[in-house]
């Protein structure tokens, strides 16, 4: 095994007591990312980070990400470094500063190797609408089914052992959807933990910074180090950052867990029932609690929905200032009416404009109440719902997806007038802003699983501690296309 | 005139703070364009608001003086519309909840007072500067996210007066405040007129016009009475008021129609996702309120009860530096009267004839009020303080030195001093004597010239005059 395919704790030790080198890491993770067949990246960073990398040369041995390599998703601000979060509209621009994040990260003396591929603009579940193309996912050789997305070239990159860590961006599931598809650990914390100041937006009221790693130990490490307040971004929470790795052997003796029985009694996929149900009984050996609990089938289905609204009607906002006349590709026009709209309309792909239309629709003084209004109402009650959940229940555990990642030719964006409850409920998380985190459970035919526990606001400790015993039940830590293991369900 | 005006009023008011309404930039009015600028007021992506206490602060303390309901909790929402002013695509402002709601200002006409009805105050960011060319625009990013405060007038005005005094008051409160500079002429202050006419006695109110670019009072008052004839004019010949915007032309003295307003645009309101819901604790609130500078009112019915006429304080008034500077030369122990009659009349005609603002005449307002306590002290005539402090004001030298070269000493006023100027005149010149004993009233003036020549100037003339003919009586 390389020193690139190990947890973060491990991989700091190495490095302390010089067994590998940042230089060496960052030479293998190039040339992993130069190898990658699944159209992962926006670009490479190879002369940036040899750079950084070379600098780097005494051990910090207090600091544990020193030397550390990872991967950024394109919608993460990056100064000097183009960043287009995959959409036409951005190419070329150069922004003057760093998300916070990367701003960190950089501090820490992390090395950046890549900007992973997006679906245009962060919009999106299937990896497809990147202005680069479609992102495939590693585990499939044949390149038919997706990664998911819409952080689709960080999960696939994670996935093919490049880098230690990928940050994405996560409104609906767009961390936590692709971490169960590319078996990985795909962490979305509270809504404010975070700060989100240099993450392109999307829909700020669900919007998440999120990332993806191989174990739950890296995890929680590295939430120490990504959460709190920051004051370029006012949503950003003053709550004391704890160290979470602390909480990992804690163990989930006495936890309260609760499944929702609309969604796993609609689970079509029988593997990957019988294996989520064979967790359950695995979490009731190490003493947690597991009931059933019914959600609602009516707020179920309007998660979706009122999804769709919500973020459609933020987005179209929050984008408006891609306009060509800032920064982006400029289109000459007779006035500023004729530049725009021809810098929107070359910019943005049809699934974009046809996300602007409905977020716009939605706001219109004469749709308001019945669309973006009701749409909020029915957040409220799935919130509601959920509070009165977390009396009684610590976890909600649920399948992350409803099988393994899809075939491309079976999936679409387009609405549908099916409601698939069990392929949108983990955007529960991102209306309550709830810490969510994805962790793979079994494989089937060769494709990784993946389960989702999610906790109360600012309970990531205890999130953790539920997620490291789902990984010990699973056996599948460190997982990898390059690090392929069998699990243990 | 048949028919009633019903008049309200939009005022944006740009709020002096030192940053942005949600940036970090500077916010100095610089000159230079596109210099205070930061990434957020471009709308880069990934840029986030951070709400300026200092603003909030200050729309408290605006509020306050109009004696609105202050919101403990400030919401923001995002107006949605593309322009070529507007950066992000969207203008961060208050719509559903105003942080000021419900208030009212006095304003006075005929020597009564009135209550004019305010409905809200909010606050929001503005938008970039354009400069329109034949074939080109500019843009001035650096007006783009400067705090402002909007104050909606409820529709109870009902002539040109009463707005252009409804203006006047907003512009003393907030200029006294220290909340903006409140200049009209540099869109600082800037006003929106909607009036209608309905015929008197009617409820129902008549079809509404806007007027923009009014960048005076005395263009408020104008604009408004043209606007009421205009109107009343076609009403009366059976036409339909059209629902249009129209600005003032100051040269013809006529409103100008710019556009016809069709549907209004539709702005897709929704809350400010970047800024969850902040709550202002009582004591944030309270102590906005307590540390507000002293406002217009207040320094006008203080300057009277210092013994100002109405007129005197006024003008003082009218500029905040200058009313500064008036409270300046009051620590000298000087009289109030005497301080504002100087600064009226000699500082003023100072500073027209250098053309120079009173911020930039460097001198003391302390000197001034030493100055003014001479005439009393050293008995000095108030020709002899303003040379003294013209001559101050020119050479920037101290007062002893001015009157040591002005050779200015104190009238002498002492009866025996006098009386040995008049005994020694008198000695000196029989002749005249007689000549007034003659009934030769010349005489006694040729007298005072010798006394006051003896005297080298310093005697007290009504003093002399007055000993003169007492010792001529005697002899």
Known sequence: ?489 | MNFEAVIGLEIHVEMKTRSKMFSASPNSFSRKPNSEVTVFDMAFPGTMPRLNKEAVRMAIRVANALHMKIDHELHFDRKNYFYPDLPKGFQITQQRRPIGSDGYLEIRKNGAKKKIGIERIHMEEDTCKQTHFVDYTLLDYNRAGVPLVEIVSRPEMHDGYEAMKYVEAIRNIVVYSGTSDGKMEEGSLRCDVNISLRPFGQKEFGTKVEIKNLNSLKNIQEAIEFERERQSALLLKGEKIRQETRRYDESRGETVLMRVKTDAVDYKYFPEPNIVPVKLSDEFVEDAIATCPELYDSKFERYLALGLAEKDAEIILSSPDMAAYFEGTLPSGCEAKEAANFLITEINSYLNKKGIAIGELGFDPLELGKITLLGKKEKLTHRQCADILFKCLDDHCSIDVAKKELHIEAMVDDEGAILSFVTAALDANPQSIADYKAGKERAISYLVGQVMKLSKGKAKPSAVMAKLREELAKR
């Open chain 1, 1 to 489: 095994m390389n020193y690139l395919d190990m947890d973060i704790l491990s991989l700091h030790e190495a490095l302390v007591e010089k067994k590998t080198t940042p230089l060496e890491l960052c030479k293998e993770a190039i040339r992993r990312a130069k190898e990658n067949d699944c159209n992962a990246f926006e670009k490479i960073l190879e002369e940036e980070a040899l750079k950084e990398a070379e600098q780097l040369v005494e051990p910090e041995k207090d600091n544990v990400l020193w030397g550390i390599p990872y991967l950024a998703k394109d919608n993460f601000s990056t100064k000097g470094i183009e960043t287009t979060a995959s959409s036409n509209v951005l190419k070329g621009y150069v922004p003057l500063f760093d998300a916070e994040v990367i701003a960190r990260l950089k501090e820490r003396k992390c090395v950046l190797i890549a900007k992973t591929s997006l679906d245009e603009l962060a919009m999106g579940g299937t990896g497809t609408t990147s202005h680069i193309g479609m992102t495939y996912n590693p585990y499939d050789p044949s390149h038919e089914r997706m990664v998911g997305g819409s952080s689709s070239g960080s999960a696939a990159a994670l996935a093919s052992g490049i880098g230690s860590f990928a940050l994405g961006s996560d409104t609906g599931d767009s961390v936590r959807k692709p971490a169960s598809f590319a078996g990985l650990v795909g962490m979305k914390p509270s809504w404010g933990r975070i700060s989100r100041f240099g993450l392109f937006p999307f829909a700020p009221s669900l919007d998440h910074v999120g990332y993806f790693t191989r174990d739950v130990a890296s995890s929680a490490v590295l939430l120490s180090f990504l959460a709190g307040r920051d004051d370029k971004d006012m949503t950003s929470s003053y709550r004391p950052v704890e160290d979470y790795a602390s909480y990992l052997d804690k163990g989930i003796s006495g936890v309260r867990v609760c499944y929702f029985s609309e969604i796993v009694s609609s689970l079509k996929d029988e593997t990957m029932k019988e294996k989520f149900l064979s967790s359950l009984e695995e979490l009731k050996k190490r003493g947690a609690i597991v009931e059933e609990v019914s959600f609602g089938l009516d707020l179920l289905k309007a998660v979706y929905p009122a999804y769709m609204v919500i973020s459609c009607a933020e987005a179209t906002s929050n984008d408006a200032n891609l306009d060509g006349i800032k920064f982006g590709p400029y289109y000459d026009g007779k006035n500023y009416e004729e530049a725009m709209s021809k810098a929107r309309t070359a910019g943005f792909s049809e699934l974009i404009k046809r996300r602007f239309v409905i977020g716009s629709y939605c706001l219109m003084a004469e749709n308001q109440e019945e669309l973006f209004l009701r749409a909020q109402r029915l957040r409220h009650m799935i919130v509601d719902r959920l509070s009165e959940i977390y009396q009684n229940h610590d976890i909600v555990y649920l399948p992350a997806a409803p099988s393994i990642a899809p075939r491309f030719v079976d999936a679409s964006d387009k609405l549908s007038a099916e409601y698939l409850i069990d392929d949108n409920h983990l955007a529960l998380g991102n209306f309550a802003g709830l810490p969510s985190i994805t962790v793979p459970l079994a494989f089937e035919s060769g494709m990784p699983l993946g389960v989702n526990a999610m906790a109360r606001a600012y309970e990531e400790g205890p999130l953790f501690a539920f997620a490291k015993a789902l990984e010990e039940i699973s056996g599948l830590s460190g997982l990898s296309v390059m690090n392929k293991k069998e699990g243990k369900l």
